[in-house]
């Protein structure tokens, strides 16, 4: 084993930078009796750890790390990430010349100290005013594919996607809105592992590959949004889905409140779905277990606990995710940070309702570079675009319509005057091509004081209500 060690450990040496040797490995490796292997552009330190017995730690064990000096290696970087708990695997990207690319997974042997890290170990400051971002990973498992023809069922989606690709566990698939007996054109194909979700995103290249006659979209999933256990304990607010849209609050409330009269404090229904509060958190558990599956107005619910926003101010690791369309107090885009995402998904915004969301938002990158004399510009459409390169909710409005060969959205700018004499505005947002639809315009809850948040408020509100699962699309 010592023999297998060195000579990873020598070929290691020969490919890094003058700031680390072979030798500060060698050195880790006497310490710790890790084992270190360089493949596929990643250098990985245990995996398992010297006598480790049993299967590898289970989900929510690793961490991410991101803005890793380029010269900073595993010496440094392992007995940092030792103050948390014990280490399963620690693995860093490596560029060809020998520099680390600047981000790392740590998977250590228990949950625990995987938040452990996070709590202690985020912007913690690795070199002189060089501050590394930790934060949690996940093996993402979960495929996006779009394109699917709305008719088709949960079984025969299931069926074919064995046939094409392997290690398929599971289809979730949502009905549409307004009508029920479709799907929305979409559904996440579950896989047993992430080496099997990602085989299988490679087969299904889009434009070369047809699903029953149609040109489809792949892409990852989101992972949801992970809450600590702790604050899932105290939520007492349920998140109902595929409601009808004819279904009011008036009768959501009533049948919730059937089990135990009184028990529920007020809902908030928006399109096929709804927030149903209670007054007790038992209550909402008891109301979850009994009416999760149940029929109102002939659609059959699916019914959970609602997780609550994180709202503080963290590093966050770049994910892209499905929509969720869960959103009352909608907020701004926060800023992403450059990383490495294991899993990538249907781009979504950052929209939440009174501090409780669902499963995947992503962020928005904003970043500026030089422009050095002589630099080449090619003239291009904001159209043929990702909409990672949108930072705004307008902006994404007006590329969700444009992707639908929808007219542009028009904007219908009110005005009030507050108790203390601000002028209050708002905007109804009307799109022409959907005016005979269920719904012909878009008007937030909530007031602003300038133009520019109120035009931005009522975008991200009507992008949550347009179900904009369907039309984004991003690369790897």
């Known amino acids: 084993m010592q023999e297998g060690n060195n000579a990873s450990a020598n070929g290691c040496g020969k490919i890094r930078s003058g700031t680390q040797n072979g030798a500060a490995l060698l050195a880790l490796m006497d310490k710790t009796g890790y084992s270190m292997i360089q493949e596929n552009g990643q250098r990985r330190f245990g995996g398992p750890p010297p006598g480790w017995e049993g299967p590898p730690p289970p989900r929510g064990c690793e961490v991410f790390v991101g803005k890793i000096p380029r010269d900073v290696y595993e010496d440094e970087l392992v007995p940092v990430f030792e103050r948390a708990g014990k280490i399963y695997e620690f693995r860093l990207m490596m560029e060809f010349s020998g520099e680390n690319r600047g981000y790392a997974f740590v998977m250590y042997t228990a949950k625990e100290e995987a938040q452990l890290a996070i709590k202690i170990l985020n912007n913690y400051e690795i070199r002189p005013r060089k501050f590394i971002g930790v934060c949690a990973s996940l093996d993402n498992c979960r495929l996006f594919i779009g394109g699917i023809p709305k008719e088709k069922k949960k079984e025969e989606i299931l069926s074919?996607?064995?046939?094409?690709?392997?290690?398929?566990?599971?289809?979730?698939?949502?009905?549409?809105?307004?009508?029920?007996?479709?799907?929305?054109?979409?559904?996440?194909?579950?896989?047993?592992?992430?080496?099997?979700?990602?085989?299988?995103?490679?087969?299904?290249?889009?434009?070369?590959?047809?699903?029953?006659?149609?040109?489809?979209?792949?892409?990852?999933?989101?992972?949801?949004?992970?809450?600590?256990?702790?604050t899932m304990q105290r939520v007492k607010v349920l998140y109902v889905r595929n409601l009808m849209m004819s279904t009011t609050e008036d009768t959501i409330k009533a049948e919730f409140n059937k089990f135990k009269p009184g028990a529920v404090e007020r809902v908030k229904k928006l399109r096929d779905y709804a927030f149903v509060h209670f007054f007790h958190r038992e209550d909402a558990v008891a109301a979850m277990s009994v009416m999760n599956g149940k029929c109102i107005d002939g659609a059959t619910i699916e019914v959970a606990l609602a997780k609550p926003v994180n709202k503080e101010s963290t590093w966050k690791q770049h994910f892209n995710g499905q929509i969720s369309p869960i959103s009352e107090n909608l907020l701004g885009f926060p800023n992403k940070e450059d990383g490495y995402q294991k899993s990538l998904g249907k781009p979504s915004l950052p929209v939440r309702l009174n501090g409780y969301h669902g499963p995947g938002p992503s962020e928005v990158e904003r970043c500026t570079y030089p422009f050095f004399p002589g630099i080449k510009l090619t003239p291009i459409s904001m159209y043929s675009l990702k909409s990672s390169h949108f930072s705004s909710a307008a902006m994404h409005l007006d590329y969700f319509c444009n992707k639908n060969n929808w007219t542009p959205p028009e904007y219908y700018l009110y005005s009030t005057t507050s108790q203390d004499g601000k002028i209050l505005l708002v905007y109804k947002v009307f799109i022409p091509s959907i005016a005979d639809d269920s719904q012909s315009y878009f008007m937030p809850y909530k007031l602003c004081t300038t133009v520019e948040g109120a035009k931005e408020l009522a975008a991200q509100f009507t992008l949550l209500h347009l179900g904009k699962h369907e039309c984004f699309s991003r690369s790897y």
Request: no cysteine.
């Open 160 to 230: 074919e996607m064995k046939k094409i690709t392997e290690g398929v566990v599971d289809v979730i698939v949502y009905p549409n809105a307004t009508d029920k007996t479709k799907n929305r054109g979409f559904a996440f194909v579950e896989y047993e592992a992430h080496r099997a979700a990602a085989m299988a995103r490679r087969r299904l290249i889009p434009g070369t590959f047809q699903l029953w006659g149609h040109a489809i979209q792949v892409d990852w999933a989101d992972p949801e949004k992970q809450v600590d256990e702790e």
